[in-house]
């Protein structure tokens, strides 16, 4: 199985909550593009290998303007290698870009991490884009936590969707499930801080709901260890819990697994 089959996988989460920084695997950027609460704006490309873009002298960086931004989406962006950027509000807004400001962006794109703030009063951005690998490691940082609370509810069902066709690919049956209540979500954002694993390769699948398996492994940078170690990881976890999708009831709930 090669590294981009793996991914689909589980989702891992190492959250650092109060600096509103997460580090990701298994969330890909078309994932994370159509799951916010509010379409992107026009992004300010630091490291890619779009052959759409457009280029701005001043600054002498690569950007996409929103309507460009779903076809990016749809771009093999794992095999970009590093992809990384910034988002922004208005064209002219780069032409206020100083000195200062473009070697920061550079240093963001260079080392994934920022210079100073991940956030830049300019541009007004709401994201912060960090990946090796899309997919494989991402460090996303959020100006307003409910975007993460509100990607976090709708990439879980979606997950789960694929993971069950996948499964049972001679069905072909399409299916959609249900954004976790944003209370949940709000639970599991909690979670991170402890490095949260979502397995949907164990999810189990019954006539009356479907069942997610979930732990608390720890924090880790290292996703090849993470992945490698996974099942010793989750013999240890401080959590086994269940995200359970009642499907009479069309809801999904977290269940420890002493409850169950």
Same mark, same amino acid.
Request: glycine share 4%.
């Given at each position: 199985?090669?590294?981009?089959?793996?991914?689909?996988?589980?989702?891992?989460?190492?959250?650092?909550?109060?600096?509103?920084?997460?580090?990701?695997?298994?969330?890909?950027?078309?994932?994370?593009?159509?799951?916010?609460?509010?379409?992107?704006?026009?992004?300010?490309?630091?490291?890619?290998?779009?052959?759409?873009?457009?280029?701005?002298?001043?600054?002498?960086?690569?950007?996409?303007?929103?309507?460009?931004?779903?076809? *990016? &989406?749809?771009?093999?962006?794992?095999?970009?290698? $590093?992809?990384?950027? !910034? =988002? @922004?509000?208005?064209?002219?807004?780069?032409?206020?870009?100083?000195?200062?400001?473009?070697?920061?962006?550079?240093?963001?794109?260079?080392?994934?991490?920022?210079?100073?703030?991940?956030?830049?009063?300019?541009?007004?951005?709401?994201?912060?884009?960090?990946?090796?690998?899309?997919?494989?490691?991402?460090?996303?940082?959020?100006?307003?936590?409910?975007?993460?609370?509100?990607?976090?509810?709708?990439?879980?069902?979606?997950?789960?969707?694929?993971?069950?066709?996948?499964?049972?690919?001679?069905?072909?049956?399409?299916?959609?499930?249900?954004?976790?209540?944003?209370? *949940? &979500?709000?639970?599991?954002?909690?979670?991170?801080? $402890?490095?949260?694993? !979502? =397995? @949907?390769?164990?999810?189990?699948?019954?006539?009356?709901?479907?069942?997610?398996?979930?732990?608390?492994?720890?924090?880790?940078?290292?996703?090849?260890?993470?992945?490698?170690?996974?099942?010793?990881?989750?013999?240890?976890?401080?959590?086994?819990?269940?995200?359970?999708?009642?499907?009479?009831?069309?809801?999904?709930?977290?269940?420890?697994?002493?409850?169950?």
């Amino acid at each position: 199985m090669s590294k981009a089959d793996e991914i689909k996988d589980i989702v891992y989460i190492n959250g650092h909550v109060n600096e509103k920084c997460f580090v990701t695997y298994g969330i890909e950027f078309k994932e994370f593009f159509y799951s916010l609460p509010e379409p992107l704006t026009n992004l300010l490309l630091l490291k890619h290998r779009f052959e759409d873009s457009d280029y701005h002298f001043p600054t002498h960086m690569d950007y996409v303007e929103s309507e460009q931004v779903s076809l *990016l &989406a749809q771009d093999n962006v794992y095999n970009y290698g $590093d992809f990384c950027w !910034i =988002d @922004f509000d208005e064209l002219s807004s780069l032409d206020l870009l100083e000195p200062n400001d473009i070697a920061a962006l550079l240093y963001l794109g260079h080392l994934k991490k920022p210079l100073n703030s991940s956030f830049n009063n300019k541009l007004n951005n709401q994201f912060v884009y960090l990946a090796q690998d899309d997919g494989f490691y991402n460090k996303t940082y959020y100006r307003d936590i409910y975007d993460m609370k509100h990607m976090l509810s709708r990439i879980i069902p979606f997950k789960a969707s694929v993971a069950k066709q996948t499964r049972f690919a001679l069905r072909r049956k399409k299916l959609e499930y249900p954004a976790l209540p944003l209370v *949940l &979500a709000n639970t599991l954002l909690t979670l991170t801080n $402890d490095g949260l694993l !979502i =397995d @949907f390769e164990k999810m189990v699948q019954s006539r009356k709901d479907i069942q997610v398996p979930i732990y608390t492994i720890g924090k880790f940078t290292d996703m090849d260890e993470m992945y490698n170690d996974r099942f010793e990881h989750k013999q240890g976890s401080k959590l086994q819990a269940y995200l359970v999708f009642n499907k009479r009831e069309s809801e999904w709930t977290l269940e420890e697994e002493g409850m169950r």
